[in-house]
């Protein structure tokens, strides 16, 4: 894998890949350079926008304000159906602001202000049509074509007015825009008021067809309830079923009807109640008589008790005559012949109490069978008029509901007769139109505004529109994002009347400066730093291919390098005048077989460097570079110096530089700064990507930083640390 620092193959690099540049600074940079275009046509959208403010007719817009406040409509409606509240407050007004912006309401506002028949207000509002409907018989328009003239007349004020309710409010305006501000005023009050007109019709409207609506569906409906009803008491006859009419209750309650067979077994089923419980009473007081000694009711007998206290005070009267006498004592057998005649007396007296009791037992136990047997026999006749009262009760159902739809319908129908739904008006006028001062267009600010970002716009498309068919290389950026190539620097432009050499004898030259930052840049492109042979070429001549090799040459010598430049430009050679010698000697002559390599070279003291010329100019530069010679030169020239620079050829139209680039480690790219076009540089660098030469990097020469809009930057890296020049 390569590392950080390995040149980037031709046929690896993409622009998508080396596109470093932000988007604004992109943007910016577009913008500097196309500069007098956007300001141009700024400047020519701002006068357009003025001339045309200025001739635009002024209009006038009066605004009246109304409000609608919200109202049901409950003509047929009733409890229980209505729909939510925020859904038929949002139907409400957006129906209010439909009704405003309707036909009807403007051809209505056209014709109570008499507009179908006035030619001034179609030349007013603009327009100029000429159609039967507006042909004039004598003087006037003809009686034939008014309702198109009031359609058309309705269509103006309409495409004239503005309907704009108030955020969060029950307030809308109503605006109307014209050449004649009385006019606006005028039609802005008219269609409030006529708004309001045709609300209170509507509403009469309303009333009339809810009430012939409702006459109608009580005529039907009251049908429906005798209908039913007659089913009703047809089926009552033919079944036998006899129900009570309701009753007022004691707690002001209602009661429902009941049938008589209910209310019969209602009664029996509470006197078998009441039967039964006195059997068992009876049936009681019948077993304790039965049973050993003196029963409850015995013992409650008024004669029993009078008997038995008579017996008590005879057997004391006897118990004492027995202290003193025998029991054959005549008074003790007439007291003990008394007390024998009254238990004879209580115990007859006992006997009819308890006759009596099981008398009432049976009796008792006899009322009850009776009032048993009539219950079950009722409850049969009961479960019987039930199986028979469930059609009964569909009929009554339905009867009920008609009735309950038709007291519903009679007492809305008499609502509508005593209020009749146009008592009150929704609708009011708060503020009237007010006759307007100032023309509300042309807005002069807002036109002119307009026209500037309209003028920005077209500027800034114009700029991107040039940007992409200039195809020249403007700045260092335009090297990796068109070209794809990394940069190793930017060089500015050799002020006039000065030449190459002479800046860079001066070591503060800004030339000087920026081949250093080239030379920096070019010593991170292999593993052992600056490569110790690389060639330097363009795309055409004339673009400072050779003031890079002589430039990169004298930074290197000057940092303690063995450099040689040799000039492999044998069509048109240029570093023997830089030495001030001739070339009659040179690389041609290596090429030719001539091994003499010290008689080839010259050595150019001030820059402290050594060079090699072109030679004597061959007639077949090309040939002499397909063997192996040059591959050989560069590897001996290698053996005595550090770096073997070669001043090559262009590459477009010549073979002489893909084969020098193959016999290299790799290739410097100069690229003119504003001078050539990038399909042809792409061009160039296919040509030397088909060599399998490397690509080092490319640098932009000729560069003017303030012609690129660089200026602080790039002018402040030229010239750090040096004074201005007088």
């Known amino acids: 894998m390569a590392g950080p620092t390995d040149p980037v193959p031709l046929a690896a690099l993409r622009p998508a890949e080396t596109d470093r540049m932000s988007m604004i600074r992109q943007y910016l940079r577009i913008a500097m350079r196309w500069r007098y275009v956007i300001i141009g046509a700024i400047a020519a959208c701002v006068l357009i926008g003025l001339v045309i403010t200025l001739l635009m007719t002024p209009k006038f817009t009066a605004t009246a304000t109304v409000e609608i406040a919200r109202e049901s409509s409950r003509v047929t409606d009733f409890q229980g159906v209505d729909r939510e509240a925020g859904v038929l407050d949002q139907e409400f007004y957006q129906t209010q602001y439909g009704l405003l912006r309707s036909r009807a309401l403007s051809e209505r506002v056209a014709n109570q202000m008499r507009l179908v028949d006035d030619a001034s207000f179609f030349e007013l509002l603009g327009y100029t049509k000429q159609t039967p409907a507006f042909a004039k018989i004598n003087g006037r328009y003809n009686a034939a074509g008014r309702a198109e003239r009031q359609r058309i007349a309705g269509e103006l004020l309409l495409k004239n007015v503005s309907i704009n ?12 825009t014209s050449p004649d501000a009385d006019f606006s005023t005028r039609i802005a009050n008219a269609w409030a008021d006529n708004f309001i007109q045709t609300n209170l019709e509507r509403k009469v409207q309303a009333t009339s067809y809810g009430r012939n609506l409702l006459q109608r569906q009580l005529g039907l409906q009251k049908e429906r309830l005798d209908e039913s009803q007659r089913q009703l008491v047809a089926y009552a006859s033919r079944q036998g079923i006899i129900n009570l009419p309701a009753q007022n209750a004691g707690n002001g309650a209602v009661t429902s009807e009941r049938s008589i067979v209910a209310d019969d077994l209602a009664t029996l089923n509470a006197a078998l109640s009441q039967a039964t419980a006195d059997r068992i009473q009876a049936e009681a007081r019948n077993r304790q008589a039965g049973r050993a000694g003196a029963s409850t009711e015995a013992l409650r007998n008024v004669a029993i008790n009078n008997l038995r206290q008579r017996r008590a005070e005879l057997s004391a009267d006897y118990q004492r005559l027995m202290v003193q006498f025998e029991p054959a004592y005549p008074a003790a057998r007439a007291i003990q012949s008394q007390i024998d ?10 006997g009819r109490v308890s006759g ?34 469930i059609q009964y009760n569909i009929y009554q159902q339905e009867v009920d509901t008609n009735r309950a739809l038709y007291d519903g319908l009679l007492q809305r129908f008499k609502e509508i007769g005593v209020a009749g739904g146009v008592g009150v008006n929704n609708i009011s006028i708060v503020d009237i139109a007010d006759t307007p001062q100032k023309p509300s267009s042309p807005r ?40 794809g190539l990394p940069l190793l620097g930017s060089v500015p432009k050799v002020e006039d009347g000065a030449s190459p050499r002479d800046e860079l004898l001066d070591r503060k030259s800004d030339l000087v400066d920026a081949y250093l930052a080239v030379q920096t840049n070019l010593a991170f492109t292999t593993e052992h730093g600056v490569p110790r042979s690389f060639a330097i070429t363009s795309t055409r001549p004339a673009e400072g291919k050779s003031t890079t090799a002589l ?8 940092a303690g390098r063995r450099v040689i430049l040799v000039d492999g430009d044998m069509r048109s050679p240029s570093v023997h005048h830089l030495g001030g010698v001739d070339h009659d000697r040179g690389l041609s002559n290596f090429l030719t077989g001539d091994d003499a390599i010290e008689s080839l070279t ?3 003291s001030d820059l402290n460097f050594t060079a090699m ?14 063997g192996n010679r040059l591959s050989l030169l560069i590897t001996r020239l290698l053996e005595e110096f550090d770096h073997v620079i070669i001043d090559s050829p262009p590459v477009m139209g010549l073979a002489d530089a893909p084969l020098i680039a193959a016999r290299v480690e790799g290739v410097i790219y100069a690229v003119e700064s504003h001078g050539i076009r990038s399909t042809l540089v792409k061009t160039a660098l296919s040509r030397l990507a088909s060599a399998n030469a490397r690509i080092f990097g490319g640098v932009l020469t000729k560069f003017e930083a303030r012609k690129a809009h660089y200026g602080y930057g790039y002018d402040y890296g030229y010239g750090y640390g040096r004074e201005k020049k007088g």
């Open 165 to 176: 309710p108030t955020r969060l409010s029950r307030l809308v305006d109503i605006s109307f």
């Open 341 to 350: 005649q009254l238990d004879r007396s209580i115990a007859r007296e006992e």
């Open 356 to 389: 009596s009791l099981q008398a009432d037992y049976r009796e008792a136990a006899d009322r009850e069978q009776a009032l048993k047997a009539k219950v079950d026999q009722l409850k049969s006749n009961y479960l019987d008029l039930r199986r028979r009262s």
């Open 444 to 483: 002069l600010l807002l036109n002119l505004l307009i026209s500037l970002l309209a003028g920005l716009g077209l500027g800034a498309l114009a700029a991107f529109a040039l940007e992409q068919m200039d195809e020249a290389i403007a700045d260092p950026a335009e090297i990796e994002r068109r070209l």
């Open 551 to 558: 430039a990169l040459a004298t930074t290197l010598a000057r």
């Open 602 to 604: 010259f050595t150019m």
């Open 613 to 626: 010329s072109a030679g004597p100019i061959p007639p077949n530069a090309a040939e002499l570079l397909t």
